[in-house]
Nanobody, 127 residues
Framework: QVQLVESGGGLVQPGGSLRLSCTISGHKADNFGIGWFRQAPGKAREGIATIKNRGGSTDYADSVKGRFTISADNTKNTVYLQMNNLKAEDTGRYFC????????????????????WGQGTQVTVSS
């Protein structure tokens, strides 16, 4: 059974940086890539970045483009999310998940196309 565990969250001042990790254990046959999502209190879950297993191409939501970078270290079965120039609106719980629907068939950040999910890690941006 595949499991995902997020880590690296914390409290950071505006303009600061954090690097989140998503460590994957086990095997899932339908695994086309990894997505990072976040959810702020009272708001819907928002997709922010994906990385494909084949080729490693990446995609970002406009809200984080230019500030966040998703990458993968296959030797460690870990996907990272480097977050720079953090803003108060980046506050939320961050989740990673496996995309089990081929990219291009559906909307890029449709949560129903990602499973399973990790438990998440909290990021708080505040002075």
């Amino acid at each position: 059974q595949v499991q995902l565990v997020e880590s690296g969250g914390g409290l950071v001042q505006p303009g600061g940086s954090l690097r989140l990790s998503c460590t994957i254990s086990g095997h899932k046959a339908d695994n086309f890539g990894i997505g990072w999502f976040r959810q702020a209190p009272g708001k819907a879950r928002e997709g922010i970045a994906t990385i494909k297993n084949r080729g490693g191409s990446t995609d970002y939501a406009d809200s984080v483009k230019g500030r966040f970078t998703i990458s993968a270290d296959n030797t460690k079965n870990t996907v990272y999310l480097q977050m720079n120039n953090l803003k108060a609106e980046d506050t939320g719980r961050y989740f990673c998940a496996i995309r089990d629907v081929p990219f291009g068939m559906t909307a890029r950040f449709h949560p129903a196309d990602f499973r399973p999910w990790g438990q998440g890690t909290q990021v708080t941006v505040s002075s």
